[in-house]
């Protein structure tokens, strides 16, 4: 694909506008000294990636998922970004840990010129990147790469990297507070730690404001649970790699963590692992992809932070695991705030594994491959669970506000020798079709019996009368989906009465139903590792509540032949 130039005045994707406040603290940064030296440089907790650095020299612009073919000469500042996610990785400067994995000496020219034409353009505080969040990445990725990117720099282009230093230092200075709470503000805040440890001059206030700053937010955002308001379960591993290297790097320079610091990496450790499939990866809900696995494993092992005991709920999500088959059910209430125009509408939602294979998933996060698949992931139907008439268990609006949503939650765990059970019950259908949706899923022992039931239900005379008031010819559809993995082959079977499922470890389940149509359609994949959207297939059951109720019965089993034996 290729890109036009961009036009004066065109405007940024959504997610990159950077506020009014922002916008004049960044041109206040202009008043104040430079640091002269970088005295410390940080290890960086990961190593970037040698061939990415001569594909984005080459001019494959791959940034935030998203691919940009650039013309000769054209540099990624130039082109008009095709999405935010894609902007906002450009200006986040993460492609410096590629650019230092490079052993050619050309290709690492070819990228610090980005840095040297990134201080021309908007190192004055213009631009897209003037965010807290983005200049904390940025920030952080210069200091801990800052010998290398000066190294040859001569005495021009050194005092410009200063120069720049310094403004994003006294802007974070000013602004890491008005990040949302949560990843953006832990990135902000781990930007003043490091510039703290290692710009000559910074003074021991910025450091102590750093460690503060980081540890004022572990205590308010990491729930007791382990959970982020974003209920983003990427946002962990994220949260948990910046505490984690910036606990790494204040040990090494000699001072102290903050006990609410280390506290935290404790609880997130717990909810990470909670919400990993048996293949490393992470349940992708609410905006999160599934993360890198290596990655996850680098940061729990540097951390130290080993299990203790097992985390059946977190962060809204609740967890059963039996006989190497795990589900991960989202039964928490949707994120508020700031977070309200990134929720995915995805009461009662799940996906499973059986051992290191995924089976029945959500669509995923479809930021990175622009606005429309940003949107259409948010829905309902974008993930395995109810929908009613159609429509999602949560009104989102057209600019990626919450209009309304389930308010009404309930879900418990019940545990015996027969199953492991989750029992919930949400209303947010009640407003629109007067209906209650329960769910109930029960998992053998042996993990071999995944059962659900699906029921929508009109109890109240307020309720039955705006059922009564929707309801076309005296029913009111609904629908129940199972997104597949694209490795899972499936096909009807018994006339369209069960569906087999194989895995691609060849581990074959069959899927039945009762109460509804059963039927195969195509779904999607959004697996933000590849350039485009995976085909899939998902398992959709269409039936309909009359008479103030409607009631669908669903199994997975593994096909008998496959069967293991329980686990004593």
């Excluded at 591993?237 to 090494?252: G, N, R, T």
Aim: neutral net charge; aromatic residues 8%; proline residues 5%.
């Amino acid at each position: 694909m290729s890109t036009a130039k961009a036009k004066p005045g065109a405007s940024a994707p959504r997610a990159s506008r950077v506020s009014s406040g922002d916008r004049w603290a960044a041109r206040l940064s202009r008043l104040g000294s430079s640091p002269k030296a970088v005295v410390t440089s940080p290890e960086p907790l990961w190593t970037g990636d040698a061939a990415a650095a001569r594909r984005l020299a080459s001019g494959l612009f791959l940034f935030g998922g998203a691919l940009v073919e650039a013309k000769p000469g054209e540099s990624p500042w130039d082109v008009t970004p095709p999405t935010a996610s894609w902007e906002e990785a450009l200006h986040g400067f993460d492609w410096l840990d590629d650019l230092v994995a490079a052993s050619d000496p050309a290709t690492q020219e070819a990228l610090k010129q980005w840095l040297y034409d990134w201080m021309d353009r908007y190192g004055g505080g213009v631009g897209p990147g003037w965010r807290p969040d983005l200049t904390g990445r940025r920030l952080t990725r210069w200091i801990c790469h800052a010998i290398i990117l000066l190294n040859g720099a001569g005495p021009e282009r050194s005092r410009a990297f200063f120069t720049a230093i310094g403004r994003q230092t006294r802007f974070l200075r000013r602004r890491w507070k008005t990040a949302p709470p949560g990843l953006p503000r832990f990135q902000a805040a781990a930007g003043l730690v490091y510039a703290g440890l290692a710009l000559e001059g910074a003074g021991g206030a910025t450091i102590r404001e750093g460690i503060a700053a980081l540890g004022r937010e572990a205590a308010t955002s990491v729930g007791d649970d382990g959970g982020l308001p974003s209920r983003n379960p990427e946002h962990l591993v994220e949260v948990f790699s910046i505490l984690v290297w910036a606990k790494q790097s204040l040990l090494e320079a000699g001072e102290m963590v903050n006990e609410a610091h280390e506290a935290a990496l404790d609880r997130l450790a717990g909810a990470i692992r909670a919400l990993r499939h048996g293949d490393g990866l992470l349940t992708r809900f609410h905006g999160g992809g599934g993360g890198t696995p290596e990655r996850i494993d680098r940061a729990l092992s540097v951390s130290e932070m080993r299990p203790h005991g097992r985390t059946h709920h977190t962060m809204g999500f609740h967890r059963i695991a039996n006989g190497g088959t795990l589900v991960v059910f989202d039964g928490g209430a949707a994120p508020e705030g700031h977070w309200a125009t990134t929720v995915h509408a995805s009461a009662f939602c799940f996906e499973a594994s059986i051992g290191r294979r995924q089976l029945i998933v959500n669509c995923g996060p479809g930021a990175r491959f622009g606005d429309e698949w940003r949107r259409a992931a948010r829905a309902t139907a974008a993930h395995s669970g109810l929908t009613i008439d159609d429509m999602s268990s949560a009104r989102l609006t057209k600019d990626d506000g919450l209009l309304s949503g389930a308010s009404a939650f309930t879900c418990i765990r019940e545990e015996d020798a027969r199953a492991v059970r989750l029992i919930g019950e949400h209303d947010g259908y009640l407003k629109t079709h007067g209906l209650m949706h329960q769910r109930r899923i029960s998992l053998s022992p042996d993990g071999g019996d995944l059962r659900g039931e699906d029921r929508v239900i009109a109890d109240a005379p307020g309720a039955q009368a705006l059922f009564d008031q929707v309801a076309g010819p005296g029913t009111v559809p609904f629908t129940i989906r199972f997104h597949l993995h694209p490795d899972v082959e499936a096909d009807i079977f018994l006339a369209g009465g069960a569906v087999r499922l194989k895995t691609a470890d060849d581990d074959v389940w069959v899927m039945r139903q009762l109460g509804g149509v059963l039927s195969i359609e195509d779904s999607v994949y959004l697996d933000e590792a590849r350039l485009a959207p995976r085909a899939t297939k998902q398992i959709v059951v269409r039936a309909e509540a009359r008479e103030y109720r409607g009631e669908v019965k669903w199994a997975f089993r593994r096909a008998e032949a496959d069967r293991p034996r329980a686990e004593g």
